[in-house]
T-cell receptor, first 111, second 113 residues
Framework: NAGVTQTPKFQVLKTGQSMTLQCAQDMNHEYMSWYRQDPGMGLRLIHYSVGAGITDQGEVPNGYNVSRSTTEDFPLRLLSAAPSQTSVYFC??????????FGQGTRLTVV | AQSVTQPDIHITVSEGASLELRCNYSYGATPYLFWYVQSPGQGLQLLLKYFSGDTLVQGIKGFEAEFKRSQSSFNLRKPSVHWSDAAEYFCAVGAGSQGNLIFGKGTKLSVKP
């Protein structure tokens, strides 16, 4: 039982490039979410999903896209990377309303 | 609006001393409350959680927290800090049935030998 797995762990992008951060969970949780963590800001919700085919925006959705085709996977897409998207990204899954289980994070640098 | 405030950005305590990290929340309904810990370069580990019932909750690593509805607080405590407790601590409130969390900005704990 791996929990929540994020790949890659580290990534450097050039401004304007696109990429996908992968997130997979094996706990059969309906709810999954993406957060970004910036120094002094805590974690802020980007997008979330309450089940396959259902997604919604969080607090800071601009510049990011998500889809949820299966219960297990919830990828986060950066359409055109900007330096302001330099951050640590965390994926989380939850059985709903209660404890969230976090992945180990992806450290992204946009130059 | 829902929010979580951690008033202390950085706290330094001596090893063996007691610790209290403050957390205040703003939430309209009965909150789900959490404390997470993050070591440098690591993910978030759940220390403890409060959903209902007894307002004093015990967590891992010897931590406890007390929910005080009248003060909208959920402070984290430990009677004797160890050097390995140096990390960043985040308080969070559950913001809906989907499991969304609203986080405070964190308190960084340093431990003096």
């Amino acid at each position: 039982n791996a929990g929540v797995t994020q790949t890659p762990k580290f990534q450097v992008l050039k401004t304007g490039q696109s990429m996908t951060l992968q997130c997979a969970q094996d706990m059969n949780h309906e709810y999954m979410s993406w957060y970004r963590q910036d120094p002094g800001m805590g974690l802020r919700l980007i997008h979330y999903s309450v089940g396959a085919g259902i997604t919604d925006q969080g607090e800071v959705p601009n510049g990011y896209n998500v889809s949820r085709s299966t219960t297990e996977d919830f990828p986060l897409r950066l359409l055109s990377a900007a330096p302001s998207q330099t951050s640590v990204y965390f994926c989380a899954s939850s059985p709903g309303g209660r404890q969230a289980f976090f992945g180990q994070g992806t450290r992204l640098t946009v130059v | 609006a829902q929010s979580v405030t951690q008033p202390d950005i950085h706290i330094t305590v001596s090893e063996g001393a007691s610790l209290e990290l403050r957390c205040n929340y703003s939430y309209g309904a009965t909150p789900y409350l959490f404390w997470y810990v993050q070591s440098p370069g690591q993910g978030l580990q759940l220390l403890l959680k409060y959903f209902s019932g007894d307002t004093l909750v015990q967590g891992i690593k010897g931590f406890e927290a007390e929910f005080k509805r009248s003060q909208s607080s959920f402070n984290l405590r430990k009677p004797s800090v160890h050097w390995s407790d140096a990390a960043e601590y985040f308080c969070a409130v559950g913001a809906g049935s989907q499991g969304n969390l609203i986080f405070g900005k964190g308190t960084k704990l340093s431990v003096k030998p």
